[in-house]
């Protein structure tokens, strides 16, 4: 059989996307606008412009939209805009690698505008990809970290955190990625567990005495300002006061005693420098102690280093110990497995440089950022702990400064003769200080004209933490200030934030910060968290890694769109999934039985013309179907609402396969098939059934298949229901609620009964088609008899028996024999109705 009244026999998933997709574009089916109702906006993450997107990104992005398809059919007003991240260092490694150049090579102004050429292709690309997956995004409500008015918010939030004296500029040690050549934050650090040696080096004291220290960085020894011993220790209590000699470079540096010397690692001993981590910079405060720089901003050693100069670390490493060596200065070395921080992006290993810095206080409000946390739901719960563990371990304030080209400058020039900081005027933004002069001309302090641009760009962070006022610009946009306090309290808190749990540390925690220092305001009402697919090398799949052989264009194409999200449909929130083909296939199995399931029912709902209210007299069968779908809608929702999307499809799923499929259509294709065998009320109520659970169903699948249920809708529903897309339909209107407590005693035995003989069929190999002469029905009492013979038809459709039998009895074994070939059956009734 080819075609059915508008559905053909096979579903073809790339027609029928391309025709869904010209609907949703042309009818504008998910603006808030034509979804009237109560706001629910969503906080989405832009996507980092940096390459192609992988499976992951499906995956997450898809859990996303899952939810806001669930609330905009639950009445809500949809605001879900969507971003690019397309400023800051990973794109301008992702251009440098694709274009095979460099920035420092092509130069400031060149380089920014490669790097806006090439993120608007890739920004095309991930909006076709994004379109395809059927994410109902409002397009209209697009932004970009890079735009006009993102650099304007970001800009303005500076200026007024500065106002604020929230941020500060200071001289300070920063930590250093020398391959990215930039300052990064805290956290942008991971931890990576290497191989290393400790070496025991001997210094000299004044008087000739040797001074045995331990070390996994001998390279720093130019750098080293002071030796330290913990006071508690007896040994070297005699030191107090003295000073020590370094070797190879001879300089001299006093020996000082701090309880953070840990007695019982290596001698006791231990060289400060500036600097090998976060302690020697406590040192180096704390002590006022003089800075010696030995590494420069590209990672070489420098001029006054001498033998090392010109050298890298490792290098640098390797030679000193070679001198050491010769000059009989190591004493011993050991092999170990250290935790060492590097950069995230790069992997490398960090240093930490003293350069001028912009910085933003977080330090000061670690217990506040915490307090705030529990005034957000977040799901899962646990992942609470995450951000609290760290906020508890924060040891740095934010450092917004980057060395780079590409990014957000700030607003900021400064006075060379007075040292004044000069902001830029808010109605000027954006602007660029290394295009523009001072607007003022002169310093406004001092009337110097000897006036100089900040060279640095902010953290991309420090732009993507702002996306709730980037996106209520997007939403109402106007000349007043989005910081403005009743403003912003119109539109903050949003509804939703859904990230990766990898960048609670980032994205989440910033964006707390910034909400808080503008409005004293939470940024959203919910978080929602959700993991990560892994490779087969259970790693977390990602662009820069590129460790998938999967591209989500080659899946969508080969599986369709709604195949993909059932998939992803299946992880939990929080928890990390192996990419799975075995789902695939279950997803492919359940387009393919969707398909067919509406084919029988568009069939047999020819000219049939649905009425708002239910047959007076509905039968048995039918109202427990209705009560078996109202019971899975409550189910449905109770989970949606705690964003456990996977249980409800679980709902859906059982329903759909078990009820509906296996059981009600088994059950009623008979009345379809033999009509005359049956009064006119029966078929009229279960077509009423079939066209009303249908729609139910349809429904239900739509936040998880928006195209396979578009297009049954538009064939089946659309001419009667008068709504352009089922994604517009709402759960009010369609998911009323029934309850037939007694129906469902009564088909749950005829159910029993035709289960019984199906597998009996089923045990001798049989057709389920296979007619029987006589089915002999046994019950205790002759009331449930007589229940029975009321439903005798739809029994003996069901089970193709010619003759039902009945018998008052004992319970007795069912049976099916074969008589004068002629197939005979007696079942049970076990449950008394």
């Known amino acids: 059989m080819g075609k059915i009244y508008g559905m053909d026999k096979r579903y073809n998933h790339s027609e029928n996307e391309k025709t869904s997709q010209a ?18 906006s969503i906080d989405t993450p832009p996507p980092t412009v940096s390459g192609k997107l992988h499976i992951g990104h499906i995956f997450s992005y898809t859990q996303t939209d899952f939810i806001a398809r669930y609330k905009r059919m639950s009445g809500f007003s949809v605001f879900y805009p969507f971003g690019f991240d397309d400023n800051g260092l990973p794109t301008e490694r992702y251009v440098e690698k694709k274009c095979k150049t460099s920035a420092h090579k092509l130069g400031r102004s060149a380089f920014i505008k490669l790097c806006l050429e090439q993120t608007q292709d890739v920004e095309r690309q991930f909006k076709k990809l994004w379109q395809h997956v059927g994410l109902s995004v409002d397009w209209k409500s697009c932004y970009s970290t890079i735009s006009d008015r993102s650099r304007a918010i970001s800009q303005e939030s500076f200026i007024r955190l500065f106002k604020k004296s929230e941020v500060y500029r200071k001289n300070e040690p920063a930590i250093y990625c020398t391959k990215c050549r930039t300052s990064i934050a805290q956290a942008e650090l991971d931890d990576v567990e290497k191989s290393s040696q400790f070496n ?8 000739g005495n040797n001074l ?29 006061g003295k000073k020590a000699v370094v070797p190879i470079f001879g300089h001299e540096v006093p020996i000082l005693e701090d309880e953070q010397v840990d007695i019982e690692k290596g001698t006791g001993l231990v060289m400060c420098c500036t600097f090998g981590d976060k302690t020697d910079i406590h040192w180096y405060k704390t002590f006022e102690l003089p800075y010696r720089q030995s590494i420069g901003l590209d990672g070489k050693f420098n001029e006054s280093t001498g033998i090392l100069a010109g050298l890298k670390a490792p290098d640098a490493r390797k030679r000193i110990l070679e001198e050491l060596e010769k000059n009989n200065l190591l004493v011993k070395q050991r092999e170990i497995s250290h935790a060492v921080n590097v950069h995230e992006r790069c992997k490398s290993a960090i240093e930490f440089i003293m350069i001028p810095q912009w910085f933003l206080h977080i330090i000061k409000y670690k217990k506040k950022f915490i307090e705030l946390a529990d005034k957000i739901k977040w799901y899962p719960q646990y992942m609470k702990s995450r951000y609290i563990n760290w906020v508890e371990n924060l040891g740095w304030d934010w450092c917004l400064s980057r060395q780079r080209f590409y990014g957000i400058p700030f607003p900021v020039w400064y006075c060379q003769d007075c040292k004044e900081i000069l902001l830029a005027d808010i109605k000027d933004l954006p602007i660029d200080p290394q295009e523009t002069p001072y607007p003022g001309e002169k310093c406004s302090k001092c009337d110097s004209s000897n006036i100089v641009p900040d060279t640095d760009v902010m953290d991309t962070w420090n732009t993507s933490s702002l996306t709730p006022y980037i996106c209520f610009d997007l939403f109402k946009p106007g000349k007043e200030s989005v910081f403005d306090a009743a403003k912003a309290t119109s539109f903050l808190p949003m509804g939703m934030r859904p990230q990766a749990h990898d960048i609670i540390r980032t994205w989440a925690f910033y964006t707390i910060i910034k909400t808080s220092m503008h409005n004293d305001i939470i940024p959203w009402h919910t978080i929602v968290i959700s993991g990560h697919v892994l490779s087969d090398t ?26 993909i999200r059932y998939w992803t449909a299946s992880g939990a929130l929080g928890n990390d999934i192996s990419f799975s083909e075995t789902q695939l296939k279950i997803g492919q199995r359940l387009v393919t039985k969707i398909w067919n399931a509406f084919r029988f029912i568009q069939t047999n709902l020819q000219d049939y013309q649905p009425q708002k209210d239910a047959p007076k007299n509905l039968s048995a069968i039918n109202e427990w179907l209705l009560d078996r779908a109202s019971t899975t809608f409550e189910n449905y929702k109770k989970y949606f609402e705690t964003h456990e999307f996977n249980l ?39 077509r009423w059934t079939l066209y009303t659970v249908g729609l139910r169903i349809l429904q239900l699948y739509a936040p998880y298949l928006p195209y396979i249920t578009e297009a049954v809708y538009d064939v089946v529903y659309k001419k009667h229901e008068n709504v352009e897309s089922i994604h517009q339909t709402k759960f009010d209107s369609i998911q009323k609620p029934y309850s037939f407590p007694e129906s469902v005693k009564i088909a749950e035995t005829l159910i029993s009964a035709i289960t019984q003989v199906r597998k009996l069929k089923t045990q001798q190999q049989l057709s389920l088609k296979t007619e029987l002469a006589t089915l002999t029905l046994c019950a205790e009492n002759e009331r449930d008899l007589n229940i029975l013979k009321h439903h005798e038809q739809l029994i003996k459709g069901a089970s193709r028996a010619t003759n039902i039998e009945y018998r008052t009895a004992p319970l007795a074994q069912a049976l099916l024999e074969e008589t004068n070939n002629a197939w005979h059956a007696q079942v049970s009734i076990e449950k008394s109705v």
């Open 23 to 40: 609907l949703w574009e042309e009818k504008q089916v998910y603006t808030p606008e034509n979804n009237p109702g109560r706001l629910y």
């Open 200 to 207: 025991d080096i001997i210094f000299k004291d004044t008087d």
């Open 212 to 240: 045995i220290i331990g070390t996994t960085r001998p390279e720093l020894l130019p750098s080293c300002v002071a030796m330290f011993y913990n006071p508690a220790h007896t040994r070297y209590q005699h030191l107090k």
């Open 538 to 563: 259970k790693e977390k799949i990602s662009k820069s890694k590129g460790n998938t052989r999967l591209t989500p264009e080659n899946l969508i194409e080969h599986h369709s769109a709604d195949v």
């Open 648 to 686: 409800a499809l679980d709902q859906v799923e059982r329903f759909f396969w078990n009820d509906f499929c296996d059981t009600y259509l088994e059950l009623i294709k008979d009345q379809f098939f033999n009509p005359d065998s049956y009064d006119a009320e029966t078929i009229t109520a279960t």
